[in-house]
């Protein structure tokens, strides 16, 4: 049975497939399109469907439109409401509806030969329940989705048993905190439904000044729900102009409503803990992406797991979507990896290469060859086998530089065009992270936060975030050889155990894809070495 997932209504488009309950491709339309999230999260635009990823996905399984058994459209515009009856001021949200009931239709066009009565309909945030729930490595879990919006709520709290799910409580909109948070990152100059992760960076340079009153505002219920209204933010601290400088008072804004977030998640999920009695938790949605708040979920709310679907965030519901479909006739199989998208044999990157007529060589052993670099204090871009499905880069379209030098972290953010308070991220074996980092291992998917070592903090500060701590990638050698071969070639040149690991792009541009967009990203930012595959390209050689 072949059901392909589609994500196309509000931002950060994909497309997934399954096969016979497996996960055989998933996909962002960011990737093909370059657009940053595809497109902007408005009415106008929710007519765009995923097309790239969908067509990539079913060449890649060798499939055409006509072989699929169902398409699983993750929004179910029958329970939707009019948005002045849910308390939100979007005068337009009506075309988003219109758009939603004639996507069968649209989906067919972009893929001929679909028939429009094969796609589904999926409630929105049972797509992202799907996504965590029954492909995470726990049959029997409790799930937690919190996101923005959905049809006509911004929460789910539910359990999986034996994969099967039991809906446990909702909330209704206008209460979200996802939306919550979305206009305090508008509100400090940040561009909303996209820059969240900015203002989560931010908080820890602030204090929770204004916690107290935006309580009043923001905290959960005895019910296994919560109220999180508009918040009157101007009346807390100016707005910040797009572009102008931040200060104090803006950083301690972030870190009260980071606080409040994490107080109200950490209430709901001990709720669902009490309710589900189980001892893993597994969660999806945007909010689900704040690393922060996730970590003191694993610490304090009585669960022994917490697993993040990693693409927790609008694009994770083309493959939930698609696993809600699958799991009613197949027995889904858990997520493998998050290396889910496109990638190249050999001969097809020394053809990219010979096409583009730069100056390469194919040293015998590629994972050595960035280790040297790396130890040299070199940059280091990393494009290697499948991309990644989420906003994370996981060691296959990374940007990898020496952590034992401070001064590497303003370098990386200079090379990208980031904001200076933006911290970078540690990659390690796993069997090394636990003398290192204090938090929940294996931590694969840079979804955590972990506290660094005392005695490591000045051995590795590019990676040290200034409250102490590090989101970081635990790698095991068994699923990625290469990636821990180049980290032990550095150890052994070094000393330390540790690379820095951000994404393989610049700022306001999606993370890169295929070789071209490689080859265009080490022609414009300031990178030392690319690898592409097994084949080395040096900038002194190629702009010589």
């Known amino acids: 049975m072949h059901v392909l997932g589609i994500n196309a209504l509000f931002h950060d488009p994909a497309a997934a497939l399954l096969t016979d309950g497996r996960i055989v491709a ?49 929004y179910d515009p029958a329970l939707a409401r009019p948005a002045d009856e849910m308390g939100l001021h979007d005068p337009w949200d009506h075309l988003r509806r219109q758009y939603a009931r004639e996507a069968p239709h649209f989906l067919a066009e972009a893929l001929p030969g679909l028939d429009p009565a094969k796609v589904k309909f999926v409630p929105h945030h049972v797509a992202h329940a799907a996504s965590a729930g029954p492909v995470s490595p726990y049959p029997d879990c409790a799930v937690l989705v919190l996101d923005g919006r959905g049809e006509c709520g911004s929460h789910l709290a539910g359990r999986y048993t034996n994969r099967e799910l039991t809906v446990l409580g909702t909330q209704r909109l206008p209460d979200s905190l996802g939306l919550f948070y979305e206009d305090l990152t508008q509100h400090l100059g940040f561009l909303r439904s996209s820059d969240e992760f900015k203002v989560m960076a931010l908080a820890s340079y602030g204090t929770p000044r204004f916690a107290g009153r935006l309580r009043e505002y923001v905290h959960a219920d005895d019910g296994g729900g919560f109220r999180a209204r508009p918040v009157p933010w101007a009346e807390f601290v100016p707005p910040r102009p797009a572009g102008g400088a931040w200060n104090q008072d803006h950083a301690d804004l972030a ?118 670099a790396l130890a040299a204090d070199g940059i280091v871009a990393w494009f290697q086998g499948r991309s990644e499905y989420g906003p994370r880069a996981l060691g296959h379209r990374s940007l990898l530089a020496h952590p034992g030098k401070a001064e590497n972290l303003e370098r990386l953010n200079a090379v990208k065009g980031r904001e200076e308070f933006r911290p970078v991220a540690p990659m390690v074996l796993v069997e090394r992270a636990g003398e290192i980092f204090d938090g929940p291992l294996p931590s694969p998917h840079m979804l955590f936060v972990h506290g660094v070592a005392a005695d490591w903090k000045a051995r590795i500060p590019a990676v040290v975030h200034v409250d102490g701590t590090a989101r970081i990638q635990t790698v095991d050698r068994a699923q990625e050889p290469l990636v821990a071969r180049m980290i032990e070639g550095f150890e052994r040149r070094t000393g330390l155990p540790v690379v820095v690991n951000t994404s393989l792009n610049t700022a306001g541009r999606p993370m890169v894809d295929d070789p071209r967009d490689a080859l265009e990203c080490f022609g414009s930012a300031p990178v030392d070495l690319l690898v592409l595959g097994p084949f080395a390209i040096r900038r002194g050689k190629a702009f010589a």
Request: net charge negative; hydrophobic share 45%.
């Open 255 to 372: 870190a009260s409503a980071q606080l409040c977030l994490e107080e109200t998640m950490l209430d709901l999920a001990r709720w669902l803990r009490e309710r589900t009695g189980e001892d893993a938790l597994t969660m999806a949605g945007g909010v689900a992406l704040n690393c922060v708040a996730n970590t003191r979920l694993w610490r304090e709310s009585g669960f022994r797991h917490v697993w993040v679907q990693p693409a927790a965030g609008d694009a994770g519901t083309a493959l939930g979507a698609a696993a809600h479909v699958a799991g009613q006739k197949d027995t889904l199989e858990p997520m493998p990896t998050a290396a889910l998208g496109r990638g190249w044999s050999d001969a097809e990157l020394r053809a990219w290469l010979d096409r583009a007529a730069v100056p390469y060589e194919q040293p015998a052993d590629i994972a050595e060859t960035a280790a040297e």
């Open 26 to 74: 998933a996909a962002e339309e960011e990737r093909f399109s370059r657009r940053k999230h595809g497109k902007r999260p408005v009415p106008f635009s929710a007519w765009e469907q995923p097309e790239q990823s969908a067509r990539w996905c079913l060449e890649h399984a060798g499939l055409t439109p006509a072989d699929l058994d169902a398409v699983a459209y993750s």
